[in-house]
């Protein structure tokens, strides 16, 4: 289908461009959200007479989305979540989860429709996620999920937490080992055999 947008689409153009979409794009999502008009000749005629008053609105959202945009970006959230000792989450950390990060933290001018995450969330660690206040407009913030308050403050400061876990003997436990001892041979009995025979 032959659409006009009225707004930048990403990967699409920009204003007044005329692309040709999937039917089911431009039916359920650019139509809808009046993100397009459909190109005939009724609605170029119409969006040729619009185009000034378009772009002037166009350019007062662009302009506040750069003030908001001052705010947001480089903005760290921490998210608390239970993990195995591997550090993959019980669960994924989705959009929801950081939209309610950031407005506890006071940064309401965001909306779910703007958190772009390409992927769900599902280990612990630092992950930057990009925010699109407006078409033109992408800021980042940084997520940082952590399984306490403690961990995110070392994972803040650039500590790779799963890797210290793993380095760290947390066992308590060393077994008695045989260098000279045969495959699957217990090493207590080796060295009674070795005792025997001085």
């Given at each position: 289908m032959e659409i006009i947008l009225l707004e930048r689409?990403?990967?699409?153009?920009?204003?007044?461009?005329?692309?040709t979409v999937k039917d089911g794009y431009a039916r359920n999502?650019?139509?809808?959200?009046?993100?397009?008009?459909?190109s005939n000749?009724?609605?170029k005629k119409v969006f040729e007479a619009n185009r000034a008053k378009i772009e002037s609105d166009?350019?007062?959202?662009r302009s506040d989305a750069q003030k908001a945009a001052d705010g947001v970006n480089g903005t760290q959230v921490v998210l608390i979540r239970q993990s195995s000792n591997a550090g993959a989450l019980y669960g994924s950390v989705a959009v929801r989860?950081?939209?309610?990060?950031?407005?506890a933290?006071?940064?309401?001018?965001?909306?779910?429709?703007?958190?772009?995450?390409?992927?769900?969330?599902?280990?612990?660690?630092?992950?930057d996620v990009k925010v699109a206040l407006h078409p033109e407009v992408t800021v980042?913030?940084?997520v940082n999920v952590a399984r306490s308050p403690e961990e995110a403050d070392l994972q803040a400061q650039g500590v790779d937490v799963m890797a210290d876990l793993?380095?760290?003997?947390?066992?308590?436990?060393?077994?008695?080992?045989?260098?000279?001892?045969?495959?699957?041979?217990?090493?207590?009995?080796?060295?009674?055999?070795?005792t025997e025979e001085a």
């Open positions: 689409i990403e990967k699409l153009g920009a204003i007044g461009d005329i692309v999502f650019l139509l809808p959200n009046r993100k397009a008009l459909r000749n009724a609605n166009n350019a007062a959202r989860d950081i939209i309610e990060a950031l407005h933290d006071g940064k309401t001018n965001v909306n779910k429709a703007m958190v772009v995450l390409e992927r769900p969330i599902k280990t612990l660690g630092l992950f980042t913030i940084q793993f380095e760290k003997d947390e066992s308590g436990f060393t077994e008695d080992y045989d260098p000279n001892a045969e495959p699957g041979e217990i090493a207590t009995d080796a060295q009674e055999e070795s």
